[in-house]
């Protein structure tokens, strides 16, 4: 794997760990809130940020997968 699908892998993992402990955190908190972004409400809910890791984790797979 060169350099830079090294540091895009490294970074989100660095994201799936993070995201993991939000979901963690508003799951055990039962926190599901609308939170104004910009002009939209967005959301924020544990399956929000557990999407997030498994949308992360394919593209970790798929980078390892290209070499």
């Known amino acids: 794997m060169d350099e830079s699908r090294q540091r ?3 970074f989100l993992e660095k994201e799936i760990k993070t995201y993991g402990a939000l ?3 508003l799951a055990k908190k039962g926190i599901k809130e609308q939170v104004r ?7 924020l809910s544990p399956t929000y940020y557990r999407d997030r890791v498994k949308e992360a984790k394919k593209l970790v797979n798929d980078l390892r997968k290209t070499d």
């Open 23 to 25: 979901a963690l955190f």
């Open 8 to 10: 895009v892998v490294q």
């Open 37 to 43: 972004v910009g002009h939209k409400g967005v959301f």
